[in-house]
C-alpha cells in the first residue's frame, strides 16, 4: 500500500555563483516513512535541507508540502524559515545549534514559541490563559526530554552536554514544534556506538508516533537499519532511489562512493 | 566653471584624506573582521603627536623642512605605537570572544583615547602650524586649488603606489592577503598571523597619522575630538567602497569627498554631516557589500 | 614569589608606554606663548602605572589559570561570589529588594535636596540602563544610538508643552510612544542587518537625530533649545522647587519599581526566551518557528519606549532640552551601565547605573575622569569578565522525580 505524498521536490536546482548544488532533484517523502539521504560529502544534501526549510531560495525547481488535514498544497520556495516551521516542517543542524547558554529546559521551551501565543501584555500581566500556557509549555517541554532521555539534565545549561546529549537535545526541540516532517542532518555524528543505538532507537519511536522523518547520515549501518527507503545524492543530483537493499546493490552507488572515496 | 573645478579639487582632498584614514579600517577589516572604532582616534593621536613636534621645533628654530619631516615620521611611529598597542590590550585577548565584544572593545577604546587626549593635553582647539607653504609655481591656479591640497593629492597618491605593492608584490603582503582569506588555512601553512595582524594595523595607522598631519595643516586647527567625525566618515567611505576591499576604500573615499564638496557647494552646508550619515546608513541598508566587496553567504 | 622574567616583562611594559606615551604625556606647548612645557613627572607616573598594573594583571591571569584548572580536575561548578549566591537565593533576595525599598523611600529625609536631585539623575540612569539592558543584554542588538530615542521623548514633552501647554502626565505615555513608534520606524529596515552594522547604523542614526535638532531652527529653536518646560503637577498643586525635587524623586521611584516588575516578568516569558535564543543563535531560531524580525522589533520599540518616558521625565526635572544633551557619549555612558551590570541581569544594571552615576558625583577629583572610566569599562569588561559585575543565570525548574 502506498501512503500519501507529504513532501514533494520537482527540479529543485540551487545555484552559488558558478557552482551548481542541486540539480534538477525529484524526489518525494511520503507518511510515516523514513526516507534517508545519502550521499558523498559535498553531494548538495544539506543544500537541499536549507531549501527546505527556508534558509536558501532555491534557484529553479519546486518544494511541495502537502499538510496532513489541509487541502491545498503549499509551495514551500522562498518562504522564510520560521513559516516553514509553522507549516509543520522542523529540523536539526550538521554542526549542532543549541542556544548554549540556555538551560536544556529552555531550549525545548523555545521550540513550543510558534505553537504558543503569550505576547507583550500576557507576559507582563501575566492572566489565566498565559500562566495556563505557560504551565503546559514547561510541561510538554519536560515529557520530550524525558522521551530524548535528558529527564536528569533539565537545568542544565545546553552547551555544557555531552556532544551525544546535544544531539538528542535538537531532537527534542524540533519535536517542540509538533512537525510532521523531521529533518535530521546527520544525527549520528561524533555519538559512540551505544549512544548510536538509542539514536536508533529514539529514531524509530519518532516515526512510530506519526512523524515522517527526512534523514541525512554517513553511518551506513543506521541507514540500512532504520529508513523505509534511501534517496542517493552524487554532485547535486539524485542518482538512485529505492529500498535498503536495492540501493546497496546499485552499481551507479557503488562507483560513486567507491570512486570517490577507495 | 571655476567654481565648480574649485570644488572638484576640494571634494578630491577631502576624498583623498578619507582614504589614508579608509584603508586602516578596510585593512583591519579585511583580516580581523573588526570594525575598529578607535581608528579614528589612531588618527587623532597623529595629528596631536605631529602638532607638538612640531611646535617644538618651530620654537627651536628648525628649518620648515626638517620640521614637516620629523613631525610626519614622528606621527607615523607613534600612531604605529598606538595602533599596534591597542590591538594587543582590547582586540587580541578577544580573537575568539563572540563578535560584538572587540566592538564594544573599540568603542570603550575610543572613549578611552578622547579622554586620555583631552587630559593630557586640552580640550581647547590648538591653532597648527602651517607647514605646507604656498608654492610660487601654483601661483595662477591659487584661486582654484591651494598648495596643501596639491600636496594631499600628490603625497595620497604616493601612499596609495606604495601600498599596493607592498601588497601585491611583498612576501608580507601576500602573507597579509593570505590571512584576510582565510586565517585558519594561512596559520596552517605557517604564517604567523598574530604578527600579520600586527603589521596591519601597524600600517593602517600609519597611514591615518599622516592623514593627521595632513588634515591639520590644511585646516589649521585640532582638538581631541576631531577623530570621531573623520573616523565615522572614513568608515562610510570604506562601506561605500566594500569594506574589506584595498581599492574599494579608495573609491569610496573619492566618492564621498567628491560629493560632500559638490552637496556643500551647491546645496547647503548647514547638513553637511547628516549627509554622511545619511549615506552611512543608506549604504549599511541597501547594499552592505558595497561597491567592490563580496556578498556574504551565510554558512548553516 | 613573582618571577623574575615575569617582572623582567613588566620593566619592558612601563619602559613602552612611557616612551609611547611621551609626546603627549609630557610635552605641552603653548603655540601662542611660544613656550614647552616639559612634564617628565606625567612620564614617572605612566612608567609606574603601567608597572603595577602590568604585574597585577599577570598575577590575576596566573590565578585565573589556577582557578580553571583547579575546576578541570574537579569538575564542579564556577565558584560564585558570595554576594552572588545571596542573590540567587528567592528570600535573601526579597529582604534585600525590602531593605533597599524602605532605605529608598527614607532617603529624601535622611539627605540633603541636592543629594535627592543627585539620586534621581542615577535612577533615571537605571531605567534607561533597564531599558537598554532589554534590547542590548536580552536580544543581544547591540543600539549606540539609544540616546536618540530619549532625545524624541525630552524633545516630545518639550515641544508639546511649549506649543500646546500640555502637562507631564499628558505627555508620560506620548513621549514613550513616539520613542518606540520612532524605534519601529528605524527597526523595520535596520534590524535585519548584521549585529557590527546595526550598531554603526543604530549609531549614525542618532547622530543624524541630534544633527537635525541642533540645525532645524524652526522646528526644535537649533542648539539654543527649549527652556521654560513646566515640572511635573500634582493635582494642579503649586509645588515649590524643593517640593517638586522631592516629587520627581519619588516618581522616579514608582517608575524604576514598574520598570523593574514589567523587566522582570518580560524576561521569564515566551517573548523574553526568544530573546536570548536570538542572541544565541538567529538561524537556529528561526528554524524553531520564531520570527524574526517581529521579536527584534519588539526589544528595539520596549527599549525605546523606555528611553522616551526617561526622555519626558529629563526634560520635565531641568525644565530646559538643548541638542548638546543627547551626543554619542550618552548612549556610550548607558552602554557601560548595562555591559559592567551583567548583559541581561536586572540586579547588576542596578547596581552598575548607580556606581557609575553617583561614583563620581561623590567623588569629585573622579569628575574629570568619568568618561575616561567608561572607556577604560568596556574594554575591562570585555577582556576579563565579559558576563559582567553579576552573571545573570538561568531560571532553574523543579520536576517531580516521577514526573
Redesign the interface.
Known amino acids: 500500500m502506498m501512503s500519501e505524498t507529504i513532501l514533494q521536490v520537482t527540479g529543485l536546482t540551487m545555484d552559488?555563483g558558478g557552482i551548481r548544488a542541486l540539480d534538477t532533484l525529484d524526489f518525494e517523502v511520503r507518511a510515516g516513512e523514513i526516507l534517508a539521504l545519502i550521499g558523498p560529502n559535498g553531494a548538495g544534501k544539506?543544500t537541499l535541507f536549507?531549501c527546505v526549510?527556508?534558509?536558501y531560495t532555491p534557484s529553479g525547481g519546486d518544494i511541495l508540502l502537502y499538510q496532513p488535514g489541509v487541502r491545498a498544497r503549499t509551495r514551500l520556495n522562498g518562504l522564510?524559515?520560521?513559516h516553514?516551521?509553522?507549516k509543520g516542517v522542523?529540523?536539526t543542524?550538521q554542526n549542532i545549534?543549541?542556544?548554549?547558554?540556555?538551560?536544556v529546559?529552555?531550549?525545548v521551551?523555545?521550540?513550543?514559541?510558534?505553537?504558543?501565543k503569550?505576547?507583550?501584555l500576557?507576559?507582563?500581566f501575566?492572566d489565566r490563559k498565559?500562566r495556563a500556557?505557560?504551565q503546559a509549555?514547561?510541561e510538554q517541554s519536560?515529557?520530550l526530554l524525558?522521551e530524548v532521555g535528558l529527564?536528569a539534565q533539565?537545568?542544565e545549561?545546553a552547551g555544557n552536554l555531552s556532544y551525544g546529549a546535544q544531539r538528542r537535545l535538537e531532537i527534542a526541540?524540533?519535536l517542540?514544534?509538533e512537525p510532521f516532517l523531521l529533518l535530521l542532518d546527520e544525527p549520528a555524528a561524533g555519538m559512540n556506538p551505544q549512544e548510536t543505538i538509542r539514536l536508533v532507537q529514539l529514531i524509530g519511536k519518532i516515526r512510530d508516533q506519526g512523524h515522517a522523518i527526512l534523514l541525512i547520515e554517513h553511518d551506513m549501518k543506521l541507514v540500512m537499519t532504520l529508513s523505509d527507503r534511501i534517496v542517493v545524492m552524487d554532485y547535486g543530483r539524485k542518482i538512485a532511489e529505492g529500498a535498503p537493499e536495492e540501493v546497496r546493490s546499485n552499481k551507479e552507488v557503488i562507483r560513486a562512493y567507491l570512486g570517490e572515496e577507495g | 566653471m571655476d567654481y565648480f573645478v574649485e570644488l572638484l579639487f576640494s571634494g578630491l582632498t577631502r576624498g583623498a584624506i578619507y582614504a589614508l584614514i579608509a584603508l586602516g579600517y578596510t585593512m583591519v577589516y579585511g583580516i580581523i573582521g573588526l570594525i575598529n572604532f578607535a581608528h579614528g582616534e589612531i588618527y587623532m593621536i597623529g595629528a596631536f603627536t605631529s602638532f607638538v613636534v612640531a611646535t617644538v621645533l618651530s620654537i627651536y628654530g628648525f628649518p620648515l623642512l626638517a620640521i614637516v619631516v620629523l613631525a610626519g615620521v614622528c606621527a607615523a611611529i607613534w600612531s604605529s605605537a598606538y595602533g599596534y598597542t591597542i590591538e594587543k590590550l582590547a582586540y587580541k585577548p578577544l580573537r575568539h570572544a563572540p563578535r560584538l565584544s572587540p566592538l564594544i572593545s573599540a568603542i570603550g577604546m575610543s572613549i578611552f583615547l578622547q579622554n586620555y587626549v583631552l587630559l593630557a593635553q586640552t580640550s581647547d582647539f590648538l591653532p597648527f602650524p602651517e607647514l605646507i607653504p604656498d608654492f610660487a609655481f601654483m601661483e595662477p591656479y591659487a584661486h582654484i586649488v591651494g598648495s596643501s591640497d596639491l600636496v594631499i593629492l600628490v603625497t595620497t597618491a604616493v601612499l596609495m603606489v606604495a601600498l599596493t605593492i607592498l601588497i601585491k608584490f611583498t612576501r608580507i603582503g601576500k602573507a597579509m592577503r593570505a590571512t584576510a582569506q582565510d586565517r585558519t588555512m594561512a596559520m596552517l601553512v605557517g604564517i604567523n598571523v598574530d604578527r600579520i595582524i600586527s603589521v596591519t594595523f601597524i600600517i593602517g595607522s600609519g597611514l591615518a597619522a599622516v592623514g593627521g598631519l595632513l588634515v591639520a595643516s590644511h585646516i589649521g586647527q585640532i582638538n581631541f575630538y576631531i577623530g570621531f567625525l573623520a573616523g565615522i566618515k572614513a568608515f562610510t567611505a570604506a562601506v561605500l567602497g566594500g569594506i574589506g576591499s584595498i581599492p574599494g576604500a579608495v573609491i569610496g573615499s573619492l566618492i564621498l569627498g567628491l560629493t560632500e564638496s559638490f552637496a556643500t557647494g551647491y546645496i547647503s552646508s548647514d547638513y553637511e554631516d547628516v549627509f554622511a550619515f545619511s549615506l552611512l546608513v543608506l549604504i549599511l541598508i541597501f547594499k552592505p557589500s558595497g561597491i567592490l566587496g563580496k556578498a556574504e553567504t551565510k554558512k548553516v | 614569589m613573582f618571577p623574575l622574567k615575569d617582572l623582567k616583562r613588566s620593566l619592558l611594559v612601563s619602559l613602552w608606554f612611557a616612551l609611547l606615551t611621551f609626546p603627549l604625556m609630557v610635552i605641552q606647548v603653548d603655540p601662542i606663548e611660544r613656550v614647552v612645557n616639559w612634564r617628565w613627572h606625567n612620564m614617572f607616573f605612566v612608567a609606574m602605572g603601567s608597572f603595577v598594573i602590568s604585574v597585577v594583571s599577570k598575577v590575576f591571569f596566573a590565578q585565573k589559570e589556577q582557578q580553571l584548572a583547579r575546576k578541570r580536575d574537579a569538575g564542579d561548578e564556577v565558584s560564585e561570589t558570595l554576594f552572588q549566591r545571596v542573590l540567587h537565593e528567592p528570600r535573601a533576595l526579597f529582604l534585600l529588594s525590602m531593605a533597599s525599598l524602605v532605605f529608598a523611600l527614607a532617603f529624601p529625609f535622611l539627605f540633603s535636596t541636592y543629594q535627592t536631585n543627585v539620586m534621581t539623575t542615577a535612577l533615571m540612569y537605571v531605567v534607561l540602563g533597564l531599558g537598554l539592558n532589554i534590547v542590548v543584554g536580552l536580544a543581544g542588538l547591540l543600539d549606540l544610538g539609544y540616546v536618540a530615542f530619549y532625545a524624541v521623548g525630552a524633545y516630545s514633552y518639550a515641544l508639546l508643552n511649549h506649543h500646546f501647554g500640555l502637562g507631564f502626565w499628558t505627555v508620560l505615555p506620548v513621549g514613550g510612544l513616539m520613542a518606540a513608534f520612532f524605534g519601529i520606524l528605524l527597526g523595520f529596515p535596520v534590524l535585519r542587518l548584521r549585529g557590527d552594522y546595526l550598531a554603526i547604523v543604530t549609531l549614525g542614526f542618532g547622530e543624524i537625530i541630534r544633527l537635525i535638532l541642533e540645525n532645524w531652527n524652526d522646528f526644535s529653536m537649533g542648539p539654543s533649545g527649549i527652556a521654560n518646560i513646566a515640572r511635573p503637577g500634582l493635582f494642579g498643586l503649586d509645588l515649590n522647587l524643593n517640593m517638586a525635587i522631592l516629587y520627581l524623586y519619588y516618581l522616579m521611584i514608582a517608575l524604576l519599581m514598574i520598570t523593574v516588575f514589567v523587566v522582570n516578568r518580560l524576561q521569564d516569558s515566551r517573548l523574553g526566551r526568544a530573546w536570548v535564543a536570538l542572541r544565541e543563535d538567529e538561524i537556529a531560531c528561526q528554524a524553531m518557528g520564531i520570527d524574526k524580525t517581529r521579536t527584534k522589533l519588539v526589544a528595539f520599540a520596549l527599549g525605546a519606549f523606555w528611553a522616551g518616558i526617561i526622555g519626558v521625565v529629563f526634560a520635565a526635572k531641568t525644565t530646559f532640552v538643548n541638542p548638546a544633551s543627547f551626543t554619542f557619549l550618552e548612549s556610550a555612558i548607558i552602554l557601560s551601565i548595562v555591559v559592567l551590570g551583567g548583559m541581561g541581569s536586572i540586579v547588576g544594571v542596578i547596581f552598575a547605573a548607580l556606581i557609575l552615576i553617583l561614583l563620581p558625583e561623590y567623588l569629585r577629583f573622579l569628575s574629570e575622569y568619568r568618561m575616561l572610566v567608561f572607556g577604560a569599562i568596556l574594554v575591562l569588561m570585555m577582556v576579563f569578565r565579559p558576563e559582567g559585575l553579576i552573571s545573570n543565570r538561568r531560571r532553574i525548574y523543579q520536576f517531580k522525580k516521577k514526573g
Open positions: 552559488f544539506t536549507n526549510t527556508g534558509i522564510k524559515p520560521n516553514v516551521a509553522e522542523a529540523r543542524f545549534r543549541l542556544f548554549s547558554k540556555m538551560t529546559l529552555e531550549n521551551m523555545v521550540g513550543r514559541h510558534c505553537r504558543t503569550a505576547f507583550i500576557g507576559a507582563v501575566r498565559t500556557e505557560e509549555i514547561v519536560y515529557a524525558k529527564a533539565v537545568n545549561l526541540r524540533a517542540a514544534t
